[in-house]
């Protein structure tokens, strides 16, 4: 698995996580790890484009 979908796969859960989670604070911890998670995913996905163009 490449990191760009290991990273989407952590984003999602963290996201279904928040939208399950009945505390306030809670919920915005697991969506702020959501879009962290969603950062590192584009990061990687643009990572791979590079090395996929290089090869």
């Given at each position: 698995m490449?990191?760009s979908?290991r990273?989407?796969?952590?984003?999602?859960?963290?996201?279904e996580?928040?939208?399950?989670?009945?505390?306030?604070?809670?919920?915005?911890?697991?969506a702020e790890m959501?879009?962290?998670?969603?950062?590192?995913?584009e990061?990687?996905?643009?990572a791979e484009?590079?090395?996929n163009?290089?090869?």
């Open positions: 490449r990191d979908e990273f989407l796969d952590l984003a999602r859960k963290c996201f996580d928040a939208a399950e989670c009945k505390d306030q604070a809670q919920m915005k911890v697991y959501g879009r962290s998670y969603l950062e590192r995913a990061v990687a996905a643009r484009k590079v090395t163009r290089d090869s």
